[in-house]
């Protein structure tokens, strides 16, 4: 079993303690419907084992890291979303949600209001894009 923690929503999801619509799982991720859907898709995609945030991603979490983006790929087939009006994302910490790393998928971006817009729109200082937190880590390793 993943390293996870007694009292993180979730985690306890992740572990069927509490209800989640979830869509996808595998032994590395967990895929739920956001509880409040800024779009008519909005899903999270979640490593099972507890990591903080996207600053807090360590250089051995880097093939989780590649597995939560190449299941972005999974979701996309599986809910038929238009790549090109697909919007993925990590909340940048202080602004996170919940403290349990998961990259918003939002599908089509054109539904989204834009006070959500703005929520969601890569390399603030609030949320930025996968490429962001890749290139963050690659920079660890020299
Ligand atoms: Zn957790
Ligand atoms: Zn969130």
């Known amino acids: 079993m993943a390293q996870q923690l007694a009292n ?3 985690c306890k999801i992740i572990r069927n303690e509490e ?4 869509i996808y799982e595998d032994e590395d991720v967990t895929c739920i ?3 409040n859907p800024v779009s008519t898709h909005h899903y999270l995609i979640l490593p099972n084992k507890h990591i903080r945030n996207a600053k807090t ?3 051995e979490d880097s093939e989780l890291f590649d597995k939560i983006v190449a ?3 999974i979701i996309s087939e599986k809910m038929n979303l238009n ?3 697909t919007r993925t994302g990590f909340h940048w910490p202080p602004f996170n949600t919940v403290d349990h790393l998961h990259l918003h ?3 089509p971006v054109e ?3 834009g006070i959500r817009k703005m929520m969601f729109c890569p390399n603030t200082f609030w949320f930025v894009s996968t490429d962001y937190v890749k290139s963050r880590l690659a920079n660890c390793k020299s």
């Open 8 to 10: 993180c929503v979730f």
């Open 83 to 85: 790549p090109a009006s």
């Open 19 to 22: 209800p989640g619509e979830i």
């Open 57 to 59: 991603l360590q250089l």
């Open 111 to 113: 539904d989204m209001n």
């Open 33 to 35: 419907k956001d509880i």
């Open 71 to 73: 299941t972005v790929n």
């Open 105 to 107: 998928v939002i599908s």
